[in-house]
C-alpha cells in the first residue's frame, strides 16, 4: 500500500523560514518523480514544485521560486521542501504527491497518490 | 498557458446522474486532463485521466465503475452515475503544462463542489 506521510509544518513569522518533510513507503520511491501541491484556506490547489525521480531535475511555480527548494534522499524515501523568506499568502496545506508511472520524469503523468497534508501558517 | 475553468457547485439527489465540465482555454484541446476527488478534511484522490479519445490509462485505485469520462473540443467532462452520499465532494481537474525535459508546470481548475441531496 503506497503511503505518504508528511511533517514538518507549523507557524512561523513573515520572512521566517521552514522545511516539511514526506516519508513514502509502499512502492520504489526512486522510481517515481514526486510534486508538493498547496491549497490555501478554503481555496483551491497549486502546484508548488516538482523533482524527477533520480534528484537531477527540478522544477517551481513562479510563485516560489527563488524563495523554495525541492530535495529528495532516495536512500530513506524522503522528499523535503525547504520554505525561504515565507509569506502570509503561503499558508496552506501542503500535500506531497507521487505521480503515476515510474520513468522518474516530470509531468505527462497523473498525480495518484497524495499524502494528508501539512499545515503551514504564516502570521505574525 | 493553460487554464482550467470549471462551475463552482452543483447538486444531484441520491441515486441520480450528475456531469461536471472542466474547459481548457483556447489553444490547447489536444490536452489531457485529470481528475481529482477531495472530500471535506481528505488529501485529493485521482479519478482519471480524460482526452478527446476518452479514458486515459486506467482509474485510479477503487474508483466505482459509476464514474466515467469523455471529452470533446475544449471540453473534458466527468459523470457519476447512482450518485452515492460517499460522492460528495469537490472535484478538480488539472493539466500538465509540457513533459519531461520540456515540463514547465502542472495547471488545476478551481474545483466543482458536489452536493448529494
Known amino acids: 500500500e503506497v503511503q505518504l506521510l508528511e511533517s514538518g509544518g507549523g507557524l512561523v513569522q513573515p520572512g521566517g523560514s521552514l522545511r516539511v518533510s514526506c516519508a513514502g513507503s509502499?512502492?520504489?520511491?526512486?522510481?517515481?518523480?514526486m510534486d508538493w501541491v498547496r491549497q490555501a484556506p478554503g481555496k483551491g490547489l497549486e502546484w508548488v514544485s516538482g523533482i524527477s525521480g533520480d534528484g537531477g531535475s527540478t522544477y517551481y511555480a513562479d510563485s516560489v521560486k527563488g524563495r523554495f527548494t525541492i530535495s529528495r534522499d532516495n536512500s530513506k524515501n524522503t522528499l523535503s521542501l525547504q520554505m525561504n523568506s515565507l509569506r502570509a499568502d503561503d499558508t496552506a496545506i501542503y500535500y506531497c504527491?507521487?505521480?503515476?508511472?515510474?520513468?522518474?520524469?516530470?509531468?505527462?503523468?497523473?498525480?495518484?497518490?497524495w499524502g494528508q497534508g501539512t499545515l503551514v501558517t504564516v502570521s505574525s | 498557458q493553460p487554464a482550467l475553468t470549471q462551475s463552482p457547485s452543483t447538486s444531484a439527489s441520491l441515486g441520480a446522474s450528475v456531469t461536471l465540465t472542466c474547459t481548457l482555454n483556447s489553444g490547447y484541446s489536444d490536452y489531457k486532463v485529470d481528475w481529482y476527488q477531495q472530500r471535506p478534511g481528505k488529501g485529493p484522490r485521482f479519478v482519471m485521466r480524460v482526452g478527446t479519445g476518452g479514458i486515459v490509462g486506467s482509474k485510479g485505485d477503487g474508483i466505482p465503475d459509476r464514474f466515467s469520462v469523455w471529452g470533446s473540443g475544449l471540453n473534458r467532462y466527468l459523470s457519476i452515475n447512482n450518485i452515492q452520499e460517499e460522492d460528495e465532494s469537490e472535484y478538480f481537474c488539472g493539466v500538465d503544462h509540457g513533459s519531461g525535459s520540456n515540463f514547465v508546470e502542472k495547471v488545476f481548475g478551481g474545483g466543482t463542489k458536489v452536493s448529494v441531496l
Open positions: 509502499g512502492f520504489s520511491f526512486s522510481a517515481y518523480a
Open positions: 504527491a507521487k505521480e503515476r508511472w515510474n520513468d522518474g520524469a516530470v509531468g505527462s503523468t497523473p498525480i495518484d497518490y
